[in-house]
């Protein structure tokens, strides 16, 4: 099945600078990755989503970006400001007909002011 | 539009007991539904996906007779947490997806706690 690998677990940077997450992936046949933000005790919320026809989609401060012979997916977001501090989830669509996503282990974004 | 509802939100039951958790679809016909289980700290982890009308295929690791799910109509899936143990207390998120669309929204989430 899929595996999907994210890091860092844990990013601070400062309010302003730009933070970057990456994941990896192992099922080459996968074509949809989405990233989400989920704040404490709350529901993960979609922020961008990627297929893999694409290399590149941004959405104001948050950009992503799939690199399809290397299998891997990053989360850009410039400007940061703090209530961007989240965990943020990157994942994967399996491919197949129940296409199943598989999440990434996290990473904790804390933006400090 | 492709919004999830998840009832309860928060649910404190007795060790021994069951507890239903309800995943309705409010605006769309959701052919495929996802439960999930989130322990503090750690990722999704899918626990089984329910198509309408058939039988819930469960991960590996998941025990589909303490777990029972059922989605009996294209806007309504229920978790059954059956013999409720401290250890089930958990995070239990659904999410939801129309036949053919992309994109996949989860459910409030329902805060499950096991005394």
């Known amino acids: 099945g899929e595996n999907v690998e994210q890091h860092p677990s844990t990013l601070s940077v400062q309010e302003g600078d730009s933070a970057v997450i990456k994941c990896t992936y192992s099922?080459?046949?996968?074509?949809?990755f989405p990233w989400y933000k989920q704040e404490l005790g709350k529901r993960p919320q979609l922020i961008i989503d990627i297929r893999s026809n694409v290399g590149e989609k941004k959405d104001q401060r948050i950009a992503v970006t799939l690199n399809k012979t290397a299998k891997h997916f990053s989360l850009h977001i410039t400007e940061t400001q703090p209530e961007d501090s989240a965990v943020y989830f990157c994942?994967?669509?399996?491919?197949?007909?129940?296409?199943?996503?598989?999440f990434g282990s996290g990473t904790q974004l804390t933006v400090l002011p | 539009g492709a919004v999830v509802s998840q009832h309860p939100s928060r649910v404190i039951c007795k060790s021994g007991t069951s507890v239903k958790i309800e995943c309705r679809s409010l605006d769309f016909q959701a052919t495929t539904m996802f439960w999930y289980r989130q322990f503090p700290k750690q990722s999704l982890m899918l626990m089984a996906t329910?198509?309408?009308?058939?039988?819930?295929?469960?991960e590996q690791g998941v025990e589909k007779d303490k777990f029972l799910i059922n989605h009996a109509s294209l806007t309504l899936s229920t978790l059954t947490v059956t013999s409720a143990h401290p250890e089930d207390s958990s995070f239990y998120i659904c999410s939801a997806r129309a036949r053919l669309a992309v994109r996949c929204p989860f459910g409030q989430g329902t805060r499950l706690t096991v005394v």
């Open positions: 994942a994967a669509e399996a491919s197949g007909s129940a296409r199943q996503l598989t």
């Open positions: 099922d080459s046949a996968s074509n949809y």
């Open positions: 329910s198509n309408e009308g058939s039988k819930a295929t469960y």
